[in-house]
């Protein structure tokens, strides 16, 4: 059954060069209304929001592997208010984690949600392009990061979804930051900066000139006060192949 889902992922994610088409956001503005509807709530059987994800096909969900727990059930999709009701609720069908996450902070965070039905697309909801192949990011490169995180260290989610502008941070300079950084992330805001996510922003798209480019998977001990430590995400590019 796992080389099974393993071969159906690496479908998807191969396929998707074809398609082009919870931490929570730290000084940033509400989202407009007609941006980002890729944007996804991953929700548990209380209908709370848990961690964001972001709509890859009209079956898939990307989040972060971190985001993993037997309470999550559906996502939501096509309202950037998440008290409102209009909105696509989709069960999920199933969860593929890569093979080698061990927990957040050793790389490889990266998680696939299979829904239960195809997403109407259209009326709020659109998918995200991902890189047709390794991206070169330039350093102080400015990259946007959303989510319904909190605003604050220990704060409550927000019910309308947020959006900060990042500079993408030299993997140099992280690694100096981050001793035993994991291969195949990227580092963006966190560092020097009042800007960036917070708990309940895992698993959300760092966007950068409109590809999903990273996987939002951890900052320094989930402190959103943001000491001297980059915030950090998964690399997609990394990825696409290698499920």
């Keep these: ?58 079956e898939f969900v990307v989040s972060a592997a971190n985001c993993d727990d037997s309470s ?10 998440l008290k409102n009701g209009n909105h696509q609720k989709i069960r999920i069908e199933n969860k593929i984690i890569h093979e080698n996450y061990q927990q957040v902070g050793l790389g490889n965070d990266i998680m696939l949600i299979k829904l239960s039905e195809k997403v109407k697309l259209g009326h709020g909801v659109e998918i995200i392009q991902l890189p047709p192949a390794e991206i070169n990011l330039k350093e102080n490169q400015v990259c946007q990061v959303a989510g319904w995180g909190t605003t604050t260290t220990n704060g409550e989610p927000v019910d309308e979804l947020r959006v900060v502008n990042v500079s993408v941070i030299n ?10 950084l994991p291969a195949n992330v990227i580092c963006a805001g966190g560092c020097g900066t009042n800007k960036g996510f917070c708990q309940g922003d895992f698993g959300g798209p760092l966007v950068c000139h409109g590809f ?16 001297n430590k980059p915030n950090v995400y ?6 696409r192949q290698c499920f």
């Design 1 to 58: 059954m796992l080389s099974l889902q393993k071969i159906l992922l690496l479908h998807v994610l191969a396929c998707l060069g074809r398609l082009t088409h919870v931490i929570a956001i730290i000084h940033g503005e509400k989202a407009p209304e007609n941006s980002m509807q890729y944007m996804a709530s991953v929700q548990d059987y209380n209908g709370h929001h848990v961690c964001g994800g972001f709509l890859i096909t009209e």
């Design 72 to 81: 999550l059930t559906h996502v939501v999709l096509g309202n950037h208010n």
């Design 171 to 180: 993997p140099r300079v992280c690694k100096e930051q981050w001793p035993g």
């Design 212 to 227: 999903a480019v990273g996987v939002v998977s951890f900052n320094y001990k989930r402190n959103c006060n943001y000491p």
């Design 234 to 239: 998964t690399d997609i590019s990394k990825y």
